[in-house]
């Protein structure tokens, strides 16, 4: 019998060309099979888990609790609600993206109202131009700046203001297929980055040249997350805790 390889997955229509999506046999439906496999999941265990995280971040006494990452859209509203929820104190932390529509800024705006601290970064564009424009010659990706900036700030944040919990959504490992199980867990690791961070394995270190300066890429570097107090800042996914 002739094998279908179809463009969409037949259930939930993600495309093939999303990067590590692996499409049945018959070529019709992606890793949304992790539905059957969330069916499984004891998720009042898991939130239970939850719940005792949330005790011990709260038992630090840090002027935030956490920091989440915010885009203004439904996944970050949702994250900043949910931690509201369950008593944390977030401070919001968004790369502020050199094209922002009407209705993106309408969109965090309204997320801020919800009752939060944010923090808006701006990235000198001369930088994120020179580093934009390095990327796409190098690896035919203009994006890869982004997404350095994206998971690099949260920590850099994190770390200046001694908050003990990063708080990111879902774990696209998990959510949309891997082949490596480890990654698939709770915790967003460097090792996570290098393979999910859309960055083709690369760290902003890595780009340093005569062109680009150490001190210019500062803003897409991501630290080590250790507090001086000698406790480690933790950044894991709330869709392992919480069913997405």
Not at 4 to 30: A, E, K, M, T, W
Request: net charge neutral; with cysteine.
């Amino acid at each position: 019998m002739a094998m279908n390889y179809s463009n969409y997955c037949s259930i939930c229509v993600l495309p093939r060309s999303r990067p590590n999506l692996q499409f049945d046999h018959d070529g019709f439906n992606c890793n949304c099979a992790t539905k059957e496999k969330k069916r499984a999941i004891d998720w009042l265990d898991r939130e239970r888990s939850f719940k005792s995280l949330v005790t011990d971040i709260k038992l630090q006494n840090a002027e935030y609790d956490c920091v989440i990452p915010v885009s203004g859209g439904k996944d970050s509203t949702w994250q900043v609600l949910t931690a509201i929820k369950y008593g944390l104190r977030p401070l919001c932390v968004t790369w502020r993206s050199p094209a922002r529509t009407e209705l993106g800024q309408k969109n965090l705006n309204n997320l801020i109202s919800i009752g939060t601290d944010h923090i808006d970064f701006s990235i000198d564009p001369n930088v994120e131009k020179k580093f934009i424009l390095e990327t796409f010659r190098k690896k035919g990706s203009p994006v890869i700046p982004m997404h350095m900036a994206i998971h690099a700030l949260p920590v850099k944040f994190a770390k200046i203001m001694q908050i003990p919990l990063i708080l990111w959504g879902e774990n696209s490992a998990f959510e949309y297929g891997s082949d490596d199980n480890v990654l698939k867990g709770f915790e967003l690791t460097r090792s996570w980055f290098l393979k999910y961070g859309v960055t083709d394995g690369t760290f902003a270190e890595d780009w340093v040249s005569s062109e680009l300066h150490y001190n210019e890429l500062q803003p897409y570097m991501i630290p080590k997350p250790t507090l001086s107090c000698g406790q480690k800042v933790r950044a894991v996914f709330l869709g392992q805790f919480i069913e997405w």
